[in-house]
C-alpha cells in the first residue's frame, strides 16, 4: 500500500492490498525515512528482490509514526483538501487501504460521522497493533484497523463506499486485476481514490517507478471503473478517482 502515510509499509506485490508506505508492489530504493518520499503505508511492508529492493523493517510502529504522522507532512499531502475531495457523506464505509500509523483516520472518521465506519488496512500486523491502541486511547469509536492480505483487502464484495490509496499504488503488482478487485468491493455508486506522486516532483519514490496518470486512468478503467484524473491543489502529487457505476 509511496509511503507517508509514510510508510504505508504497505503493499505490495499484491495485486495489491491496494498498494502509502501502506505496499503492493514493491518498493525499490525508497527512503523509508522521509514522510516526503512515501506517504502512507504500504500494503506489502516490503521490498522485494525481484525490483532489486531490500528488506525494510515496519516492526516498530511507534518509531515509524515520528516519520508517517509528522505534522510538517501537511503542507504537501494536504490531507484536508483530499478528504474533501473524496466526497464522503455520513453513514459511509470508508477504506483506507495501506493506513500505516493512521495518518488519515481523525479525519476520515469526523467525515463518516457516528453512523460510519472507517477501515483501516495494512499488512503489517504490528501497524494496525498500533493503530487499536492509538484509537481506542483517543475514544475513536469508529475506526476499525484490519490487517490484510497482501494480494486484497479481504473485504467482501459491496462492502464499501469509498476506498482511500495513498502513496501505494505505485507498489502494486498487476494492477489492473486489483482494479478489478477494488470494483468488486465498492457498492454501487462507490469510487476508489488514488494519490501519487507526479512525474515532476522531486518527492516519492524514484521516477522509473512511479505510474504517469494516463496510465494510472487506464488501469482502473480496466478493472471496470469509470476513471479520470481531478483538479487539485497538492504541490508534488496528482489525485485520481475511479467509480463504479450505478
Known amino acids: 500500500m509511496r509511503t507517508p502515510h509514510l510508510p504505508l509499509s504497505m503493499f505490495l506485490s499484491l495485486v495489491a492490498c491496494a498498494g502509502s508506505e501502506q505496499e503492493p508492489a514493491s518498493m525499490k530504493h525508497h527512503d523509508h525515512h522521509d514522510p516526503g518520499k512515501h506517504g502512507h503505508h504500504h500494503p506489502g511492508g516490503h521490498d522485494h528482490a525481484h525490483h532489486g529492493g531490500v528488506h525494510h523493517d515496519f516492526s516498530d510502529a511507534a518509531e515509524w509514526s515520528k516519520r508517517f504522522d509528522d505534522p510538517a507532512r501537511d503542507a504537501w499531502q494536504k490531507p484536508d483538501e483530499i478528504v474533501k475531495l473524496l466526497a464522503i457523506e455520513p453513514g459511509m464505509t470508508v477504506v483506507d487501504l495501506g493506513a500505516g500509523t493512521g495518518y488519515f483516520e481523525s479525519r476520515l472518521a469526523t467525515a463518516v460521522g457516528p453512523t460510519g465506519k472507517v477501515v483501516a488496512l495494512d499488512p503489517e500486523a504490528n501497524m494496525v497493533a498500533f493503530m487499536r491502541d492509538?484509537?481506542?486511547?483517543?475514544?475513536?469509536?469508529?475506526?476499525?484497523?484490519?490487517?490484510?492480505?497482501?494480494?486484497?483487502?479481504?473485504?467482501?464484495?459491496?462492502?464499501?463506499?469509498?476506498?482511500?490509496?495513498?502513496?501505494?499504488?505505485?507498489?502494486?503488482?498487476?494492477?489492473?486485476?486489483?482494479?478489478?478487485?477494488?470494483?468488486n468491493v465498492l457498492k454501487s455508486g462507490g469510487s476508489v481514490m488514488i494519490v501519487d506522486f507526479t512525474m515532476e516532483t522531486e518527492k516519492g519514490p524514484p521516477?522509473?517507478?512511479?505510474?504517469?496518470?494516463?496510465?494510472?486512468?487506464?488501469?482502473?478503467?480496466a478493472g471496470g471503473l469509470e476513471a479520470r484524473v481531478v483538479d487539485e491543489s497538492l504541490p508534488d502529487q496528482l489525485v485520481v478517482v475511479g467509480k463504479k457505476a450505478l
Open 207 to 221: 521516477k522509473e517507478l512511479r505510474v504517469p496518470p494516463e496510465k494510472l486512468v487506464a488501469e482502473l478503467r
Open 134 to 183: 492509538r484509537f481506542e486511547k483517543a475514544g475513536v469509536k469508529n475506526v476499525e484497523p484490519r490487517t490484510c492480505p497482501l494480494d486484497s483487502t479481504g473485504l467482501p464484495a459491496a462492502s464499501a463506499d469509498r476506498v482511500l490509496i495513498v502513496d501505494t499504488w505505485h507498489h502494486i503488482e498487476k494492477r489492473e486485476v486489483y482494479a478489478k478487485h477494488l470494483a
